[in-house]
């Protein structure tokens, strides 16, 4: 089967595991060749945060000599890839984005999502920037510099998973992994124009990812197209997603009231696009989003702080600014307001699951608009001029205290920078997410379109 | 289920900063409370994050909750 015909390309996940696994290329040609691209580019970019070189370069050697042998490379053979600067590499400290855990030992193992994945015969070849300890939704960090959006390197990538974002809509390399508790993937993923899944909160394993608030954490994917994204999403879960469902069988409606405001006309049509090629005119109400949102925001900086506390005592000055003052403010919340928002949670939990007796994908923007300036770092919502940074996640907060599984899907439209869309499924119902994604894609309404070498 | 402060169009609370972190939210002594000292330097981000989180806990208290709504806690014993 020729690459166009599965669908696949030359630069895409699928596309190079293929051409490892016929032999057509080398496993270390593709992971010295991602080097190489690195060390040219991320200039521009700052997506980088560290070149794992000789451990990719050994892993590479052995998975070429697997081959040789006549053994099976497994799914994913060759294929390089990212993590966020939170995920544990072997050998690696873990540092979360911050200079605070540098003096750690470096970790022993894998993350269970790396291990899984390297099993497979990808190939973990860099760690990737982030806020520091994913507390933030611009990736903007004091210790490691901003990452700026390929799209437009004068913009923000989003975050905290701003360095996988920018990475993949770079070009640098086909996936990469990031982790999401109020937005981090999908709003770097939608400011980028890439696609990203924030799975089903507790489905895939988060052991060796360094924590930032326990109650709403997840790991997740970022890709190039929809076909890597469920790829290496099968492999993080340890299974395969089956048969997806006929998209002309889904009950889709699109999220008004709250989600409806503070976005342009232009981003509005095209949801209209997305949704009249769905057949759908259903416009609801996600009940009390504002303080979902609220509750989210509360769980967060609680749990955040807590975790922080004993450091935050001892060393404080060693914290990234923003994220110190934000930390130090959530230890301080009483116990009053985290019990609060978590009792709110169990009411905003069962009118979702209301919602999804009658619905199985829920259409939403993802941010208020394309990715903002760094050097004007704000967004408008309701008329007001507010932090960028503490308030792109006005979409993303209110989905998170829910738990619900969301694919963020990069809009294809014709200029500026790039818009992403959520689509908001049932808890362990990502397969209806990748029917609709996949449709979306295969109709030309959703795509991701990486830098290439020469950009 | 609404209370009279339900607000659908709230925008984001407006950080009140308030110099020395002894007005609205009393940095001070809740920090000595946990055992956490303030650096000067950083008193007015905080007061102005812990002001933020203020507003949306106000946001939050003002939904009446059935006595019977538990917290989502995630143990299992």
Known sequence: MTQAQAGTTARDALGIAADVRAGRRTAVSVVTGVIADIEARDTRYNSVTRIFGPAAVARAEQLDQRIARGEDPGVLAGVPFGVKDLFDIAGEVTTAGSIVLRGNPPAQHDATVVARLQAQGAIAVASLNMDEFAYGFSTENAHTGVTRNPHDPACLAGGSSGGSAAAVAAGLMPFALGSDTNGSIRLPAALCGVWGLKPTFGRVPRDGAYPFAASLDVVGPMADSIGDLRAVFE??????????????????????????????????????????????????????????????????????????????????????????????????????????????????????????????????????????????????????????????????????????????????????????????????AEAALFAVAGELQRAGLARCTPLTTGD | M????????????????????????????????????????????????????????????????????????????
Request: with cysteine; charged share 15%; glycine share 8%.
């Open chain 1, 235 to 428: 492999v993080m879960d340890g299974r395969s997603l089956g048969t997806l469902p006929d998209v002309a069988s889904l009950r889709v409606a699109r999220l008004g009231g709250w989600f409806a405001r503070n976005i342009s006309a232009d981003f509005t049509a095209a949801i209209d696009a997305v949704m009249a090629h769905l057949n759908s005119t259903k416009v609801i109400e996600l009940p009390e989003a504002a303080r979902a949102r609220a509750a989210s925001f509360l769980i967060t900086a609680s749990e955040g702080g807590n975790l922080h506390l004993p450091r935050l005592r001892q060393r404080a000055m060693q914290y990234d600014p923003a994220t110190r003052s934000r930390l130090m403010a959530g230890a301080m919340l009483p116990s009053a307001t985290l019990v609060q928002a978590q009792r709110f949670r169990n009411w905003f939990r069962a009118r979702i699951h209301e919602l999804f007796s009658h619905h199985d994908v829920l259409v939403a923007p993802a941010t208020v608009g394309p990715a903002p300036r760094i050097d004007q770092p704000t967004i408008v919502v309701e008329g007001r001029e507010v932090s960028a940074r503490a308030n792109l996640g006005l979409f993303t907060q209110p989905i998170s205290l829910a738990g619900v599984p969301v694919l963020s899907t990069p809009l294809a439209h014709p200029s500026g920078l790039p818009l992403g869309l959520q689509l908001i499924g049932a808890p362990g």
């Open chain 2, 2 to 77: 609404s209370s009279p402060l339900h607000d659908e169009t709230a925008p984001p609370p407006s950080p009140v900063v308030t110099p020395g972190g002894d007005g609205v939210f009393p940095v001070v002594q809740v920090a000595r409370c946990i055992g956490l000292t303030v650096p000067p330097a950083c008193m007015n981000d905080v007061t102005a994050n812990a002001a933020l989180l203020q507003g949306y806990a106000d946001l939050l208290n003002g939904f009446a909750l059935p006595d019977t709504c538990e917290p989502a806690g995630e143990y299992v014993p």
